[in-house]
């Protein structure tokens, strides 16, 4: 597609349930990223990929929390034993490459989101 | 500990007048700074960059500010039109690290 798709746009489960969110990026950007807006607050960086290198998780928040990239492509955010404070939106966004981001490049372009909330 | 900052959740501004949102960091390492546009339902979308080795950087009606003996960038918008009501986020990046992103400033067009 033209643009980043996340899915499902809405995801509502209990508490205690194990959830999957899903990112296609953009055809052709190696770099994706993953991020999650709690109300009222700003765009909280979770995970990002690069190429075949090594995922940063350094903003991952707990082990509950895991994320996997396959093919280089699509990746799937995991979420175990959910809780309510995983209530938030979630966003994903690729670039052409991870680095200093200037106009036309290494832009990150985001997904409309997976608004999860947990019961 | 907020290393970028926006400390006015919300702003109202007459459609043709000018539009400043303002933004602080704390990290003096960071060297992109980058302002996106978020409409509700949709991901934030790009709207202008700038290095740290420039203060000024202008695309049509958007105007960034950098001054980093004071740790704050600010994005004008002139004039502001009713489309621009949306919430603006600024970010910030330090090399190849992940960006940082401020709490956003709510932006009101009153026609």
């Known amino acids: 597609g033209a643009g980043v798709s996340q899915s499902p746009s809405n995801k509502v489960t209990e508490k205690g349930k194990d959830v999957e969110l899903r990112c296609d990026p953009i055809s052709g950007h190696t770099a994706l990223y993953w991020y999650r807006q709690s109300l009222g607050q700003g765009l909280e960086f979770l995970i990002y990929f690069q190429g075949n290198s090594a995922p940063d998780k350094s903003g991952l928040p707990s082990d509950r929390f895991s994320a996997e990239r396959t093919g280089g492509s699509v990746s799937t955010l995991t979420i175990q034993r959910t809780q309510q404070e995983d209530s938030a939106v979630y966003l994903c966004?690729?670039?052409?490459?991870?680095?200093?981001?200037?106009?036309?490049?290494?832009?990150?372009?985001f997904g409309a989101g997976t608004r999860l909330s947990v019961l | 500990d907020q290393q970028v900052k926006q400390n006015s959740p919300s702003l109202s501004v007459q459609e043709g007048r000018i539009s400043i949102l303002n933004c602080d960091y704390t990290?003096?390492?960071?060297?992109?700074f980058l302002w996106y546009k978020k409409y509700p339902a949709e991901g934030p979308t790009f709207l202008i960059s700038i290095s740290s080795i420039k203060d000024k950087n202008e695309d049509g009606r958007f105007t960034v500010f950098l001054n980093k003996s004071a740790k704050h960038l600010s994005l004008h918008i002139v004039p502001s039109q009713p489309g621009d009501s949306a919430v603006y986020f600024c970010a910030a990046s330090e090399g190849n690290t992940p960006l940082v992103f401020g709490k956003g400033t709510r932006l009101s067009v009153i026609a």
């Open positions: 990290n003096s390492m960071f060297d992109y």
């Open positions: 966004a690729s670039s052409s490459a991870a680095g200093p981001p200037t106009k036309g490049k290494n832009i990150q372009y």
